[in-house]
């Protein structure tokens, strides 16, 4: 692929990425900075960040309004309570009461505001993140795609970006408000007497460095967790996943011990994390309790006897008793703090994950570089390429073809010759790292995407289906017809493949069907084309999927159509009247077939033989098989396989020679 | 809340109630693990009643230190160091209950969270196939994984919230000791607190659970489009793609907005109720000072009992608000373990040790409706071997699953040995028959641990490299192992998934050979291999012929060459049996697909 600069260009524009780049997986964000990682969070989810002073003014409202009460309590003693002058207390309490109460609704109020405001914002970013995430991973580059795993964008898009939900639901707000309580009320403390308070900052300072070292400490004892428990997934899922085996070998109990075994250890884990947690939560208290008797003890002393070296106080009872109050107003929102700190640290790395998959650069082939293939059937043009998985060897090498539009071309070779490369070179899933790939004359990464898609087609060995009916599945690859598989109700229809095809789709259905002539195989469902396949399809057989993806590919009508062992598992009678079905279907078409039966071969204009990543024959069947070579030696291996009336020879004495 | 019943088996008791049963859960839990839950719960109601006592003691600082020494009163020394001591020995006692309750908390927790996943995966290898096709193994992992540790989330929060149940009652008593009416500001502030969060429980659980179906619905979206992301390229479906998961991610969201709109109200309002019950404590206890019938410490004793108050309030609803999550988890979890469908084993054993006989009588199979086979009549001669051929979708794989007891017979009766399979003991099948299916199935680990697995089913020993290394070369598989890096030690990746399916396929037969097994059935286990290995290969398996019977699967002529008999199907039903040259005279369907390919017709026709 001559263009293949092209994902190159995007890993530059990571700067610092490492790692993650090297293997053409996707943009790295582990090294970013903070303030990065903001311009990033601002320029994809920008409705989070807006009017962000009214959310921090609510904040400190909220918070605010927690205050009130030890503010109340001082009023009603010094002026009420405790004044001297007697009588009317009541009517001074009761003045300050309604003052506090009208404070506290304001809380209240600005706290629903507050945590409405916040959720709402956070989740319609969260929305955005994963629409957006999930349409950039139908962009990126296929050969990009090719070296990720499913599971970890899945996982990136969905327990990655719930971690953000779970941190703003059940404490990333309150944090927030938290912050803003403890603002106030070590302003309020360090009014009523500095003195005072100064040893109570500093303790809580100390209190917060001790406490993050040790929420240090627990949060090393849950990464061995998790450790522990992705090693159980792993151990159950093979219990699960490999029923059928252990059944028939009758290996229950070697299962069971290595589950019990990966239980205990996660336990065992588990277990790990308890003391410095727990020691945690309990230096929050001794801290309360250590400047409680000190605010009691000095408080009390400095405001009335004491030494010339001690401060002296001029405290009220009220405020004495307010202060003690807000000790608790201030310390436990510390507590709070430090515990939330862990889990700003998953939303973050959530966070961070989802966006790495919006960072990767898009692979679509847009704009002024983009270039349309001709109409009609396209040819093909290999000019001495060669391509390689990773940083492996070349798998293919100086491989110069010339596909002519409408040739039906075979490509065959043993296991490892390079076959399937060949089909992903065409197909853009693999980039040449040496040479030019042309499709219709356009080097096939400037192909641009509208005209890439449907006119290209390429059926693999494993095709995917969707989780819908057979019709549907087909009917997912008619030209120009978006509105049938719209979610259009938007509500209830979970599998989202629509299940309307309306009269004309399923006449165009039908014919399909009929021409690839699966008639014989649809009869044998219950439903028919209405038969619900399951997840990828798993409710058919290997086979029948493969005709499912024939007929789809057919209906879509592509000008180059490259079939990668589109029928290995279908029985020789099928496969031989799909071959033909789609040989008719196809005239008129570029076509590139990839299999190890050769009696595709037999049937193609042209058959390319490879051998060790090179072109080693090209030319007729009828000619080749005539001459000296590999495509002979196939051939001859391939009549024997199908048609030897000999009892294959016994080769069992082999197996003692290669014992070692 | 795992019982053991009288047959041994693990059971969840619960029912559908959400409070009572998820009481009865953390009940369970404690009483499995008494020693923990005894500290537990000891630690939790001593933690509580320091709670009061804090309280009682800045109280009583109040009353006898602060006001009158700031009122220029003399204050013994004694009292100095009594007021610094009780809020310093509470103190004390409170962290470390702290400590102890949470310690001794998650014993109980992971204790009941191991034992519960052990019943759990037990059940799994318990259940039968036909059970583990109806359920998908993502499904069965997480209710494994999640659903357990989401059963047992509320005990993080039992003893806690038993302790401060227990201070609730102190303080209420406490309370009204001191005065009725601030007695009733309390009982008016629990209750209404309580009740508060009984209607929020209710509110959340519908939403809590909305949200985890849309997440369970996104994922599953989100994890289909990106499978079948070749598909979405090539047929150009990404903006349909963008609509469906698209809309999917917008469902998650009003659902979890719209659990977020209950609690944004909720979680304020309950937050704040202790400091309108301060006010109110003010109000009502300002005249009571006013006429003499209260110290000015008791009434900042109750302030700050009030102010803690919220500790436990919040406990509790937290422990509350978990029961609902706690009990999605328990009913999947009783789904599993309550399932009956597991093999019934008789009581017969396979004498002798040459080829076992296979035969159907009469043997139908539905599945979801579909017929997969009906009144198929086969019967496999010890030593035999038989091809099945047949169209694809034509029954051959759900007949070699019969065959072998995978799965039970919707009708008639299939017989190993001469004994019906149904009659065998437990381990009967396995260590005389093996399967290898069209998809090779590996463990993670090494090649060695894959292929020794328990070691020889019969002679109960393990086997040697030499025995490893003839079934590697019987399968075509000792050149795939001697090529990788380190031979038979080399790890597998999960699920095999570091091989390739051709060198997969080799290792599982490998496998199944190595079990000098009495039969064998062959499900297309050769269907990746290229034609010469698949050659080698097949000449092992003919090799067998007389000392273990061998279905074998496939469509194709090479393997109909090595058959004694081959039995051809169609559509479910069992049409003719006989050599490869009668059936390529008497049927034209099986002409057909044998000489598809245009050349078999001549060795045989």
Redesign the interface.
């Known amino acids: 692929m001559a263009d293949h600069g092209r994902p190159d260009r995007g890993r530059a524009n990571q700067g610092r990425a490492d790692g993650g780049g090297a293997d053409g997986g996707l943009a790295e964000l582990s090294s970013v900075g903070v303030r990065e990682l903001g311009r990033l969070i601002r320029a994809t989810t920008p409705a989070l960040t807006a009017g962000l002073p009214l959310t921090v003014l609510l904040a400190f409202v909220?918070g605010g309004?927690?205050i009130?009460?030890p503010l109340?309590?001082q009023y009603?003693?010094d002026h009420?309570?405790?004044d001297s002058d007697g009588?009317g207390?009541?009517d001074?309490?009761?003045r300050?009461?309604l003052v506090?109460?009208a404070a506290?609704v304001a809380?209240?109020l600005a706290?629903?505001w507050l945590?409405?405001r916040v959720?709402?914002r956070t989740?319609?970013a969260?929305?955005e993140l994963?629409?957006q995430g999930?349409?950039r991973?139908?962009?990126i580059a296929?050969e990009t795609?090719a070296g990720l795993a499913?599971?970890d964008?899945?996982t990136r898009?969905?327990s990655d970006i719930?971690a953000v939900?779970t941190f703003v639901?059940n404490g990333g707000v309150?944090l927030l408000v938290n912050i803003t309580q403890m603002i106030i009320a070590g302003v309020l403390v360090a009014t009523y007497s500095w003195q005072l308070a100064l040893p109570v900052l500093v303790l809580s300072a100390l209190l917060f460095v001790v406490m993050r070292r040790l929420q240090a400490v627990v949060a090393r004892r849950y990464a061995a967790v998790r450790g522990s428990?992705s090693v159980?997934?792993?151990t159950?899922?093979?219990?699960?996943?490999?029923?059928?085996?252990?059944?028939?070998?009758?290996?229950?109990?070697?299962?069971?011990a290595a589950?019990?075994d990966a239980?205990?250890g996660?336990?065992s884990a588990?277990?790990h994390?308890?003391?410095p947690?727990?020691?945690n939560?309990?230096?929050g208290?001794?801290a309360?309790?250590?400047m409680?008797?000190f605010v009691?003890?000095a408080?009390?002393?400095w405001?009335?006897a004491h030494t010339r070296w001690e401060p002296a106080l001029h405290?009220?009872?009220g405020e004495?008793?307010a202060m003690?109050?807000l000790v608790?107003v201030f310390v436990r929102p510390l507590q709070a703090l430090v515990q939330t700190l862990g889990e700003i640290q998953n939303a973050v790395v959530g966070w961070r994950r989802a966006l790495e998959i919006l960072a990767t650069p898009s692979g679509v082939v847009t704009g002024a570089d983009a270039r349309e293939l001709p109409a009609g059937p396209i040819g093909v043009e290999l000019a001495d390429v060669a391509a390689a998985y990773g940083a492996g060897p070349p798998v293919v090498e100086h491989l110069t073809v010339a596909i002519a539009p409408g040739e039906h071309v075979a490509v065959v070779g043993?296991?490892g010759s390079g076959k399937s490369t060949f089909a992903k070179l065409l197909?853009r899933q693999i980039p040449a790292s040496r040479g030019r790939v042309l499709l219709g004359g356009v080097p096939v990464g400037r192909v641009s995407?509208?005209s890439f898609?449907?006119r290209?087609?390429?059926v693999?060995q494993d095709?995917?289906?969707?989780?819908a009916t057979i019709a549907e599945n087909i009917g997912?690859?008619l030209r120009g017809d978006?509105d049938l598989?719209?979610?259009s109700d938007?509500?209830g229809d979970?599998d989202?493949?629509g299940d309307s095809d309306g009269l004309g789709d399923s006449d165009v259905l039908g014919e399909i069907v009929s021409s690839l002539g699966l008639r014989?195989?649809l009869d044998?469902?219950?439903d028919g084309l209405d038969t619900r396949v399951g997840?990828?399809g798993e409710?058919l057989?290997?086979?029948?999927r493969q005709?499912v993806a024939l007929a789809?590919?057919a209906l879509?009508d592509p000008d180059l159509l490259v079939l990668d062992e589109a029928t290995?598992?279908?029985?020789?009678?099928?496969?031989?009247r799909v071959q033909r079905a789609l040989a008719a279907l196809t005239v008129g078409r570029t076509t590139v077939s990839i299999a190890?039966?050769?009696?595709t071969a037999?049937h193609a204009d042209r058959v390319l033989v490879l051998d060790h990543g090179r072109l080693v024959q090209s030319g007729r069947h009828s000619d080749l098989v005539r001459v000296p070579g590999r495509y002979a030696e196939l051939h001859a291996?391939?009549?024997?396989?199908?048609?030897?009336?000999d009892?294959?020879?016994?080769?069992?004495h082999?197996?003692?020679e290669?014992?070692? | 809340m795992v019982k053991r019943r009288h047959d041994g088996r693990e059971r969840v008791r619960g029912g559908d109630g959400t409070f009572w049963a998820g009481l009865r859960t953390m009940l369970d839990g404690s009483i499995a693990h008494p020693g923990a839950a005894l500290v537990g719960a000891v630690a939790g109601v001593v933690n509580g009643v320091t709670m009061v006592l804090g309280a009682a003691a800045i109280g009583w600082a109040t009353d006898h230190l602060i006001v009158p020494a700031l009122a220029g009163g003399d204050v013994g020394r004694a009292t100095w160091w009594l007021a610094a001591g009780a809020i310093l020995g509470v103190s004390t006692l409170r962290w470390t209950t702290i400590i102890a309750r949470g310690i001794a908390t998650g014993h109980v927790q992971y204790g009941s969270q191991a034992r519960v996943r052990r019943a759990v995966v037990r059940r799994y290898l318990e259940l039968d196939l036909a059970w583990h096709r109806r359920h998908a193994p993502g499904r069965l992992l997480s209710t494994a994984v999640s659903d357990v540790d989401a059963l047992w989330f509320p005990m993080v929060f039992w003893f806690f919230a038993f302790g401060m149940v227990v201070m609730l009652a102190v303080a209420l008593v406490q309370m009204f000791g001191h005065d009725p009416a601030l007695g009733l500001v309390g009982v008016a502030l629990v209750g209404s607190v309580l009740g508060l969060n009984l209607l929020y429980q209710r509110l959340l659980a519908a939403r809590a659970r909305a949200v985890q179906d849309s997440r369970g619905e996104f994922a599953a979206l989100a994890l289909e489009s990106i499978e079948g992301a070749q598909v979405v390229r090539t047929l150009g479906l990404a903006d349909r793609e963008r609509a469906r998961v698209g809309a999917a991610a917008d469902r998650l969201r009003r659902a979890t907005t719209s659990m977020g709109d209950v609690s944004s109200v909720f979680d304020p309002v309950l937050e704040q109720l202790p400091s309108v019950a301060i006010l109110a404590v003010l109000a009502v206890g300002a005249r009571r000072v006013d006429s003499g019938e209260l110290s000015v410490g008791v009434l900042v004793e109750v302030v700050y009992l009030l102010l803690t108050i919220s500790i436990p309030l919040s406990v509790i609803s937290r422990f509350l608000a978990m029961l609902p999550i706690s009990a999605a988890g328990r009913s999947r979890i009783a789904a599993v373990l309550d399932s009956d469908e597991t093999t019934a084993y008789g009581t017969r054993t396979l004498a002798g040790a040459g080829a076992l006989g296979l035969r159907a009588r009469g043997v139908g199979h539905i599945q979801g409706g579909r017929h997969l086979l009906a009144d198929v009549e086969l019967s496999v001669r010890p030593g035999e071997i038989v091809a099945l051929v047949g169209a694809t979708g034509s029954g051959k794989s759900t007949l070699i699953d019969l065959l072998a007891r995978q799965v039970d017979p919707a009708d008639g009766v299939v017989e190993i040995g001469g004994v019906r399979a149904r009659d065998l003991a437990r381990g009967e099948i396995p260590a005389h028959l093996a399967v290898v299916s069209q998809s090779p199935w590996m463990a993670g680990g090494s090649i060695r641990a894959n292929l020794r697995l328990d070691g020889h089913p019969r002679e109960r020993r393990p086997y040697t490299d030499a025995e490893l290394w003839q079934a590697l070369a019987a399968a075509g598989a000792d050149t795939v192992v001697r090529d990788l890096p380190d031979g038979l030690d080399t790890r597998v990746g999960e699920r095999g998934t570091r091989l390739s399916g051709g060198q997969r396929q080799r290792l599982c037969l490998a496998r199944a050979l190595l079990r000098a097994p009495r039969a064998i059935l062959l499900d297309d286990a050769t269907s990746a291999l290229d034609p010469a290995v698949e050659r080698d290969v097949l000449a092992a398996v003919a090799g067998l012929r007389g000392r273990t019977t061998v279905l074998i699967v496939g469509g194709r002529p090479s393997s109909v060459l090595i058959a004694d008999r081959v039995a051809f199907l169609r559509a479910g039903r069992l049409v003719a049996v006989g050599t490869h040259a009668e059936l390529l005279d008497a049927e034209p369907d099986y002409r057909r697909i044998l000489q598809a390919y245009g050349t078999a017709d001549t060795a045989h026709g």
Request: charged share 20%; with cysteine.
């Open positions: 909220a309004g927690r009130v009460t109340t309590v009603a003693l009420g309570l405790l009588g207390a009541a001074v309490v009761g300050a009461v506090g109460a506290t809380a209240v706290s629903c945590n409405r959720y709402r989740e319609a969260l929305t994963r629409t999930i349409t991973i139908h962009e296929p795609f499913g599971a964008l899945v898009l969905t719930e939900t639901q309150a428990v159980l997934q792993s159950v899922g093979e219990a699960v996943t490999g029923i059928a085996v252990i059944r028939s070998t009758g290996t229950e109990t070697r299962t069971r589950v019990d239980v205990a996660t336990a588990q277990r994390t308890l003391v947690l727990h020691v939560t309990a230096l208290e001794v309360i309790s250590a409680t008797a009691v003890v408080g009390t002393r405001s009335t405290l009220s009872a004495l008793v003690l109050l608790s043993e296991t197909t995407e509208a898609q449907r290209v087609a390429i693999p095709p995917f289906l969707f989780d997912v690859g978006p598989f719209n979610d938007g509500l979970s989202g493949l014989p195989w044998t469902l219950p997840v990828r409710r057989s290997a086979g029948e005709l789809r590919t879509v290995s598992g279908i029985d020789p009678a099928t496969d031989v190890h039966r050769m009696v037999e291996a391939w009549v024997e396989h199908t048609s030897s009336g009892e294959p020879r016994r080769t069992l082999r197996q003692k290669s014992t070692p």
